[in-house]
Structures are given as structure tokens and as C-alpha cells.
């Protein structure tokens, strides 16, 4: 399924007129928010694992350094397990789902530490907010920046393939 949220707009993420801040996280709202992202895609996760019978949804949304966003907090989670077992059959039926955040708490040089862990190559997943072509990350971007410190507060070198 092919999800286009730049038809939304509003969001320097999914507007090429709206330019990306690289001054550092500042308060409120920031403008990378992409307006009801994880509502948009729990709700199309909750669709399939009804279809699937899955009783569990898996998000890796982080309340600690998450940029002020507020689908990101643990009562909009809290909220949407709510919403997804009184809108859908298999609740209604006993089949209740659970939505679990397993990094919501963690700070990120404890998510660089999991990854490792879990053997996870951190070099192959991307969290800037404009990428080249290529995947690499800008390294100037907030999501960039609050990698990186998470790189060096867990004092092990950052993967990160940057352009």
C-alpha cells in the first residue's frame, strides 16, 4: 500500500517548501510534525493485524527525545489501544489488541545499545529528515544531531552512513 502523507503537507517533512530547521530542537510543536502520522499508520497496522488476528501492534514511537511530538507520548498510545478495541470486531469479540512502544522510555544512547544488542546495524537504518538520494543522512538536521549525541553518550561510534 502506497502512503503519500506530502498530500497532507504541513510539515517540513512532507512539504519541499517548508525548509527543515538545523538550529536545534526549540519549544513546542516542532515543524517537522507530520500532522496525524502515527494515527494514519496505526490505524492501516490496525486494519491488517485485524485481518491477520494479531492481538499485539508494534510502534517505535519515543517520549524521551522526541522532538515534542504528540503521537509520540504514552497516552496517545494508551489512547489509541483504546480506540482500536472499541472499533473493531475482534475486540468486540474478546480478540482485544495491544499497542506496545518497546522503546518509549528509553533514552537514545539506550536504543543505540538494544539495536546492538539485537544485532541491528544501525548503519542500515535512517532517521534524518532529508536523506540523499542515496539514504545517507544529512548530519545537520535535529533527528541527525539527536543521533549522533545518542552515538556518543553510549560511547560507541556512530555507523551512520552521512553524505
Known sequence: MRIDLAQFGGSALTDR???????GIQPGIP???VPARNTILLSLALG???VLEARHLFVGANSVDYSGYPDCRP???RAFETLA???????VEGRTIEVRAPLIDLPKPSIVKLALELGVDPAMTVTCYQPDALGR???VCDACRIRRAGFEAA???DSTRYA
Request: hydrophobic share 45%.
Open 48 to 50: 491488517w493485524a485485524e
Open 75 to 77: 497516552e496517545y498510545l
Open 137 to 139: 543522512a544529512c548530519a
Open 85 to 91: 478495541n472499541l472499533a473493531t470486531k475482534a475486540a
Open 31 to 33: 515543524i517537522t510534525y
Open 17 to 23: 517548501s517548508i525548509d527543515v530547521p538545523r538550529n
Open 155 to 157: 560511547g560507541i561510534p
